[in-house]
């Protein structure tokens, strides 16, 4: 069968390097794609946002089904426009309609879900540009450090963490009064700040039934000991070491089991990825967020440790068959390092020729943002490459990662050297 996954990141290199082991995958489309998937597939210079121009792509290349990598296409309702197109309906989409797509598209939908499904998370409010003087009450009644989230996708840089008060209440201000994260930010839900370590949980669900994939824990901050701003992910390592057999129960009794299950009485269209990120309090699990895709760069740690084939379960996930399939899961250790830009997640240039990547040896090379110009690979994106390899322990896959890291250069790289520190 013809698929086509929409998306340009490390997350879509890594469905697309997974979907292409399927004898049931005869030919891959990937819009737009980057150098590493136009190594693999064909990429297609079509915006993931433009549905029109996706309908008559599928229509005209007989494409049997869709795979939403980002979460941008989903919350702007591309499930429901296949599926009230009468030349579309057929036609599988991977991921949830737009209604289900707003428990990462609205912050605020996703606490209301939570509290309603009695799914354990930080205590919170929400406000807008009329309501601020009241939120900067409500800081002074919690404890610091203050957590601050843009309601809407602030393309994972709409959270702030702060320390001091005065601080807090002003960029409140600057979020709400000043649009800080535009229109992601007209409204800001504060939260009561949990203080544990985390880790994220992947389910894939047909609305039915579901799967959980295993556990991964990424690394958001550019700087070592977990300082600095957030970013997309500077590295991931699957499976999370301290989710014991115990601790995994509580998270399918307490939180994916009620998910699933406050997805069906709510009669939410829901075939796709689930991404719960949670913090472990004590030994509790808390919901800080959804997301309704895979996460990047947990994808590429998650997926290389499938050994069941994707396509025949994303056909399953379609067909709401999940429950008869059986997924197996390499033993062995994942991890991943990202590797960046200088001056990534601010100001960084693009256009850096990125060489070594022949050399990468006993490793995968998942690229992130990078393109082909005149035959050259080159930056076009904070994240540019993410190393992958698998190990006895996550602390032998690391040690290779970093091996192979060693081979790449282009100019200003960075990454993190220690990656896994605090596990």
Avoid at 38 to 46: F, K, L, T, W, Y
Avoid at 181 to 210: H, M, N, R
Avoid at 320 to 333: A, G, M, P, T, Y
Avoid at 405 to 414: E, R
Wanted: negative net charge; aromatic residues 8%.
């Amino acid at each position: 069968m013809k698929i086509l996954l929409l998306g340009s990141g490390g997350r879509e290199h890594a469905l697309a390097w997974k979907m292409l082991q399927s004898p049931l995958c005869e030919k891959l489309f990937v819009a737009p794609g980057n150098a590493g998937t136009a190594g693999i597939a064909v990429n297609v210079d079509m915006n993931p946002l433009d549905f029109e121009s996706i309908k008559s792509f599928v229509l005209q290349e007989e494409v049997k089904m869709v795979v939403v990598g980002p979460e941008d296409p989903l919350v702007k309702g591309i499930y429901d426009f296949f599926k009230k197109d009468a030349a579309l309906s057929h036609i599988p989409v991977i991921g949830p309609s737009k209604v289900g797509a707003q428990l990462e598209g609205s912050k605020e939908f996703a606490k209301q879900f939570l509290v309603k499904n009695n799914i354990p998370t930080a205590a919170y409010d929400s406000f807008t540009k009329e309501t601020v003087e009241k939120g900067c009450d409500f800081l002074a009644t919690l404890q610091p450090p203050y957590v601050l989230k843009a309601d809407g996708l602030a393309a994972g840089k709409g959270v702030l963490i702060i320390n001091d008060l005065a601080e807090a209440q002003q960029e409140l201000r600057n979020m709400l009064v000043g649009e800080k994260f535009g229109q992601a930010s007209t409204k800001v839900v504060i939260e009561e700040f949990l203080d544990g370590i985390e880790l994220s949980c992947f389910v894939l669900t047909d609305g039915k039934s579901y799967k959980l994939l295993p556990t991964a824990k990424d690394y958001k901050r550019i700087g070592e000991g977990d300082t600095g701003l957030n970013t997309g992910g500077m590295g991931a390592v699957s499976p999370v070491p301290f989710a014991d057999a115990e601790f995994m129960e509580k998270i399918e009794t307490r939180v994916v089991k009620p998910t699933i299950e406050g997805l069906k009485s709510a009669n939410i269209d829901y075939k796709g990825f689930v991404f719960i990120g949670l913090i472990k309090v004590g030994n509790d699990p808390f919901v800080i967020e959804y997301n309704v895709r895979m996460g990047d760069p947990e994808t590429e740690v998650v997926i290389p440790r499938l050994k069941s084939d994707l396509v025949e379960i994303f056909n399953a996930v379609a067909a709401q068959e999940l429950d008869k399939v059986n997924l197996e899961i390499d033993e062995r250790s994942a991890t991943t390092i990202m590797v960046v830009s200088g001056g990534y997640p601010e100001d960084y240039g693009k256009g850096m020729v990125i060489s070594g990547l022949e050399n990468v040896e006993g490793s995968i090379a998942f690229h992130a943002g990078t393109k082909l110009d005149n035959g050259n690979v080159v930056t076009s994106g904070g994240r540019v490459i993410a190393v992958t390899s698998y190990g006895s322990d996550f602390k032998e896959a690391i040690k290779k990662s970093y091996q192979n890291i060693d081979k790449l250069s282009f100019d200003k790289m960075y990454f993190r050297k220690d990656i896994g520190f605090d596990l």
